[in-house]
């Protein structure tokens, strides 16, 4: 059973930094893609960053570019998110997401999820 655990959430001032966790377990994490979607208050779920099945290949939305960086830690399962210079916009539920073979980096192609970690960028 493939399971997700988001952690490190929390709250922020615009500008600050925070580094999410998402370990993955009851799959082999070498071939599946990673995603982290975010999905903030009467707004539709949107992906913010996918990882490659290889771990090998990144993959960012426009809004996050430069800011966000995605990373993976083989030897323990789990998938990061680095966030910096954040913005009262990024305040969102934040998921992570697993995909054997995902057309992109959207939440519509993505099937597994963790239970999702809040964080708020105060202004």
């Known amino acids: 059973e493939v399971q997700l655990v988001e952690s490190g959430g929390g709250l922020v001032q615009a500008g600050g930094s925070l580094r999410l966790s998402c370990a993955a377990s009851?799959?082999?994490?070498?071939?599946?893609?990673i995603g982290w979607f975010r999905q903030a208050p009467g707004k539709e779920r949107e992906g913010v960053s996918c990882?490659?099945?290889?771990?090998?290949?990144?993959d960012y939305a426009d809004s996050v570019k430069g800011r966000f960086t995605i990373s993976s830690d083989n030897a323990k399962n789990t998938v990061y998110l680095q966030m910096n210079s954040l913005k009262p916009e990024d305040t969102a539920v934040y998921y992570c997401?697993?995909?054997?073979?995902?057309?992109?980096?959207?939440?519509?192609?993505?099937?597994?999820w963790g239970q999702g970690t809040q964080v708020t960028v105060s202004s």
């Open positions: 997401a697993a995909s054997r073979e995902p057309r992109s980096c959207s939440p519509y192609d993505f099937g597994s």
């Open positions: 009851g799959f082999t994490f070498d071939d599946y893609v």
């Open positions: 990882i490659s099945s290889s771990h090998s290949s990144t």
